[in-house]
Structures are given as C-alpha cells and as structure tokens.
C-alpha cells in the first residue's frame, strides 16, 4: 500500500525566504503526482501535476521536482510571501489514476512578514 | 461562475438522518470525487465516478451511497448517519483519471 509522508507537518519562515516542502512516497511505480495547496475554510487548489516522465515542473514562483528512483519530491517556492501561507499537500495517484490515491497530511506553512 | 460548487456549506443533523450532500461542475469534466477530511487522516477518496451512470468505490465507502445521472451533478448520501462520519466532505472534478483536479470549497458536516 502506498505510503506518503510530508516532513515537516509545519514551517515557519520570514517573508523573502525560499524554502523547499518535502514529498516522500513509497511505492515508486507512479503514473504523476500532484502538488496542492489548502487555505483554511477552503477546498484544495491545485498548483503543479508532475509527470512520472518529467523531473521538474516549473509555475511562477513555484517549482516542483520529482525523483521516482528514491521516493521523493519537493516543491520549492522562492521568495515567499504572506500570501503563500497555507497547507501543502501531496497527492500521489495509484497505477489505475487518482480513483486509488493517497494524500499526504500535509506541510502547514506561515510566512511571517 | 463555471466552476464546482458543493452545498451546503455546512450543515449539523442527528444520528440516524439521512443526509444528501450536493456537488455540482459546470466544466462537463467526466471525472467526479468525494473525499472526506479527517484529523489524523488526511484526504481519503470515498467513491468517484468516471461517467455520468459510472460509479465506484474509493479506500472508505462503507456507509455513502452516489449517483451519477447526470455528468455536471454527483450527489452523496449518507442513509443513516453516525457520528463517526462527522467530516468535511470535499467534492473534485477532472478531465480524466490521471489529470489535475478541482475541488469545491467542502461540507461541514457534524453528526450529533
């Protein structure tokens, strides 16, 4: 069963910083996986797909890189924000799609200004 | 506005109720989920459904029932409530099985 952890389950940084959000997964047979963030109150806002073929995917100020062969992958944000700060979420789908996928619980982020 | 919009936003019923969720997309996406938000638990898929009349069940359906008769609706249903279902349930949308997904902004749903 595939097992995915994201260290550390909070962050504090001071506004400017870039910081890089970790994805550990277990089973390295994955079609993609799927970068989320969540604001409290609200649903998930999908911010990067990262294909199994790919190595990085690349949005503003927001870049993602997946390593199949050891299980990981992080999503970078350069020069945080205030705006950045939210819950970060992992998704990583089965071999079928995301009809059996496993979340990660999440890296909450606060970016102090 | 296009988008997914789920109701209610929260809603409190008693042990026993049955109580109907709604989800609905305007982006004609054939792909539809139901998850549900726990503490300790993270995000687990309840049921999904990759067509309008195509259903099935995700890692926790024990207790929900859906429907799909139409592609831009996918209500779930909880026929008796108990507390351990007490959540929030977030609805999702996508173009296929393997693509991003959209969420709504979720269900409270608290079960005394």
């Known amino acids: 069963k595939q097992e995915v952890t994201q260290i550390p389950a909070a962050l504090s940084v001071p506004e400017g910083e870039n910081l890089v959000l970790n994805c550990s997964f277990t089973d390295s047979a994955i079609y993609n996986l799927q970068w989320f963030r969540q604001d409290p109150g609200k649903g998930l806002t999908s911010l990067l797909l990262i294909q199994s073929s790919q190595r990085e995917q690349t949005s503003g100020r927001l870049n993602a890189s997946l390593d199949k062969s050891s299980g990981r992958s992080t999503l970078y944000i350069a020069a945080s924000q205030p705006g950045d700060s939210a819950t970060y979420l992992c998704a990583v789908p089965g071999s079928g799609g995301y009809q059996k996928v496993t979340f990660g619980t999440g890296t909450k982020l606060q970016v102090i200004p | 506005d296009a988008g997914i919009t789920q109701s209610p936003r929260y809603k409190i019923t008693e042990t026993g109720r049955q109580v109907t969720l709604m989800c609905h997309q305007t982006w004609s996406h054939s792909y539809m989920f139901w998850y549900r938000q726990d503490l300790g638990h993270g995000l687990r898929l309840i049921y999904y459904?990759?067509?309008?009349?195509?259903?099935d069940k995700g890692e926790v359906p024990d207790g929900y029932v859906v429907s799909r008769s139409k592609t831009e609706n996918f209500p779930l249903t909880l026929e008796s409530a108990t507390r351990s279902q007490t959540s929030v349930y977030f609805c999702a949308s996508s173009t296929g099985g393997n693509q991003p997904q959209h969420f709504g902004d979720g269900t409270r749903l608290s079960i005394l």
């Open positions: 459904s990759a067509a309008a009349d195509i259903t």
